[in-house]
Nanobody
Framework: QVQLVESGGGLVQAGGSLRLSCAAS????????MGWFRQAPGKEREFVAA????????YYADSVKGRFTITRDNAKNTVYLQMNSLNPEDTAVYYC???????????????????WGQGTQVTVSS
């Protein structure tokens, strides 16, 4: 079983930056496709970004493209989400997710992921 723990959330002013981390317990982290999702109060879960097993390929939601960057460090079993130019619409609980099955392209779907973290709160003030 894989455990995921997010960290790095907090309160930031509009225009500011935050870096989220997601630490995974899996033995074969380097074989997992990793993704970030978010859920704002009163809204449905929304895809944010995904990254391939070796970090060569990434995929972003249009709403964050050019502002957010997903990276991973397989030696540390960690995936990151660098968030720049934050605005109040980015306020949400951010979740990381792991797809332990190798292969397949990147996309916005949530069903492919087998494990989810507890989430970390990001609040952007205007």
């Amino acid at each position: 079983q894989v455990q995921l723990v997010e960290s790095g959330g907090g309160l930031v002013q509009a225009g500011g930056s935050l870096r989220l981390s997601c630490a995974a317990s899996g033995r074969t982290f380097s074989s997992y496709v990793m993704g970030w999702f978010r859920q704002a109060p009163g809204k449905e879960r929304e895809f944010v970004a995904a990254i391939s097993t070796r970090g060569v390929s990434t995929y972003y939601a249009d709403s964050v493209k050019g502002r957010f960057t997903i990276t991973r460090d397989n030696a540390k079993n960690t995936v990151y989400l660098q968030m720049n130019s934050l605005n109040p619409e980015d306020t949400a609980v951010y979740y990381c997710a792991a797809d332990v099955h190798r292969g397949g392209g990147l996309g916005p779907g949530a069903d492919r992921y087998d494990y989810w973290g507890q989430g970390t709160q990001v609040t952007v003030s205007s």
